[in-house]
């Protein structure tokens, strides 16, 4: 099924093949990236090296955020925004800038127009994470998982890590220098419980110290 989307409320555009699942006559769209189909049955599979991660690449919104265009939003698809301390998001000017418009330089590394923004104008502890589990009609498998994430960050920073929690086992990579370019980072070893994870970024930073985060990918180790 081709879906032509209008998600962004800017647009059509960004079509994508998806698969769909019922409810006797009622559609359910199945948010994978990586699937295998029987042409002839028309029976379709959940593919080993599908990425789990939803907004992946922070292209859902294709705006700034927080944005007062309709559709008036104050977080990116997919993901919870948690201000631990700083400036709450919201549609006034001193907001938080949650994304970035990346240049037409990134984009020779990184996938797309969009990607995470943490900073603050003041000293700020910032975590944004999202919950991956079954769905009516995939299962999401317990198995080992691999989560990476490129990353370009300032210095300034007391916390800034990546992590993944499932079950009462909680795994993290700290990064500790800053990075100029886009570098890529690599959490392995994630162990899956209950058919449940949450990943995420929490940074820990002075005023207007920033992480830019893109093409987040959660895939079943080989």
């Given at each position: ?127 944004v994470h999202q919950v991956i589990s079954s769905s009516p009609h ?57 058919n449940e994870v949450e990943i995420g970024f929490l940074a820990d ?18």
């Amino acid at each position: 099924m081709v879906i032509v989307t209008d998600f962004a409320g800017n647009g059509l555009g960004y079509n994508q093949w998806c698969p769909l699942s019922f409810n006797g006559d009622v559609p359910y769209f199945n948010s994978l990236n990586s699937w295998n189909l029987d042409a002839e049955t028309g029976e379709w599979e959940v593919a080993d090296d599908n990425n789990w991660v939803n907004n992946a690449s922070f292209e859902a919104d294709r705006k700034e955020m927080p944005s007062s265009k309709k559709p008036v939003q104050t977080r990116l698809r997919g993901w919870e925004t948690t201000i631990i301390q700083g400036t709450e998001v919201s549609l006034e000017p001193n907001s938080p800038k949650l994304n970035h418009a990346n240049t037409e330089e990134e984009r020779k590394v990184v996938i797309g127009e969009r990607s995470l923004n943490m900073s603050d104008q003041v000293d700020f502890t910032r975590q944004v994470h999202q919950v991956i589990s079954s769905s009516p009609h995939v299962e999401f498998p317990n198995a080992t998982y691999t989560l990476t994430a490129k990353i370009k960050n300032s210095g300034n920073f007391n916390k800034l890590e990546m992590y993944a929690k499932s079950g009462k086992k909680h795994f993290k990579i700290t990064v500790k220098e800053e990075n100029d370019n886009w570098s890529t980072i690599t959490l392995e070893g994630i162990k899956v419980k209950d058919n449940e994870v949450e990943i995420g970024f929490l940074a820990d930073g002075k005023a207007r110290a920033f992480c830019l985060v893109d093409d987040v990918t959660l895939l079943k180790a080989n």
